[in-house]
């Protein structure tokens, strides 16, 4: 399932909705802990974000494994991959203004990659997007975390893609 939200309350309550105790959780955007701390604390939690704000708290949370760096990043995508290699739920929340388009790609090369059963999206522009579109009725639909037409698509591509979409990210 995917859910989209901008109020970050919302998207909360649409993770507390699906999130288990027991569940791998991928969170990107952790900021300081929000969000986090309202995972249960029997899950495995892996929570990642590129501000230095986010260091001391979240060493705060030690059942929780905090990874610093930027997720449009390969070699932190690498780093939690290393860790698991799939996931119950994502969590995406850049910023809830944050440019629609980046966070879409973050959304599409992190689901790909670890195939969520549920995926929480907290950006305006894409709830924006899917309130405000019209489709043609061809039915493309998933029940997964992940665009399951493009289930294929993994790390190799990735890595491709990752190449073609942000050169200037490559050390
Ligand atoms: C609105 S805050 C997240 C709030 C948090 N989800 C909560 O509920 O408290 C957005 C976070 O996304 C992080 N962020 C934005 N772009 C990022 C990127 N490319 N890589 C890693 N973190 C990023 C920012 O550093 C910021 O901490």
Redesign the pocket.
């Given at each position: 399932m995917i859910k989209l939200s901008y109020d970050?309350k919302k998207?909360?309550e649409q993770i507390s909705n699906l999130v288990m105790p027991g569940d791998t959780v991928i969170?990107?955007?952790?900021?300081?802990?929000?969000?986090t701390k309202t995972f249960p604390k029997e899950c495995n939690i892996i929570a990642?974000?590129?501000?230095p704000?986010?260091i001391d708290q979240m060493k705060e949370l030690d059942y929780v494994k905090f990874i610093q760096?930027?997720?449009?990043r390969h070699d932190v995508i690498a780093e939690v991959f290393k860790i698991v290699q799939s996931c119950d739920l994502l969590a995406i929340?850049?910023?809830?203004g944050?440019h629609p388009d980046?966070v879409f790609k973050?959304f599409y090369i992190w689901s790909s990659t670890f195939k969520p059963r549920h995926t929480v999206i907290?950006n305006r522009g894409i709830l924006e997007f899917f309130n405000s579109a019209h489709g043609s009725g061809e039915e493309y639909k998933s029940d997964e975390g992940y665009l399951e037409t493009y289930h294929d698509s993994g790390i190799p591509p990735l890595i491709k893609e990752f190449d073609l979409w942000t050169p200037s990210l490559k050390k």
């Open positions: 970050v998207y909360r969170e990107l955007g952790c900021h300081v802990g929000g969000t990642v974000d590129n501000s704000e986010s760096g930027d997720v449009r929340d850049l910023g809830g944050y980046t973050v907290r």
